[in-house]
């Protein structure tokens, strides 16, 4: 990947709040921060909903495409 960057990812599983809100807190405190969902479900509501306000960035369902994950925040990086 990148030499010298730091990538920081969550697995987010806490009885308090789901990914979304999770994301949500976050971007409140990181507004420049990118964020991407990878997970074993197809896309849904909430999923669809969150990519068309920009609450994340893209969305990975399993079986992952590294290659895939890699040029996303290749994309990302290059957009900031």
């Keep these: 990947m990148y030499q010298g960057t730091v990538y920081q990812g969550a697995i987010i599983k806490v009885q308090a709040m789901n990914g979304f809100?999770?994301?949500?807190k976050a971007k409140e405190k990181f507004p420049d921060k990118k964020f991407f969902i990878l997970t074993g479900f197809e896309i849904t509501e909430e999923i669809?909903?969150?990519l068309e306000t920009g609450l994340i960035l893209r969305y990975f369902s399993k079986p992952f495409n590294l290659n895939e994950i890699d040029s996303a925040?290749?994309?990302?990086?290059g957009s900031d």
């Design 48 to 50: 669809l909903n969150a």
């Design 73 to 77: 925040i290749s994309e990302a990086i």
């Design 21 to 24: 809100e999770f994301i949500k």
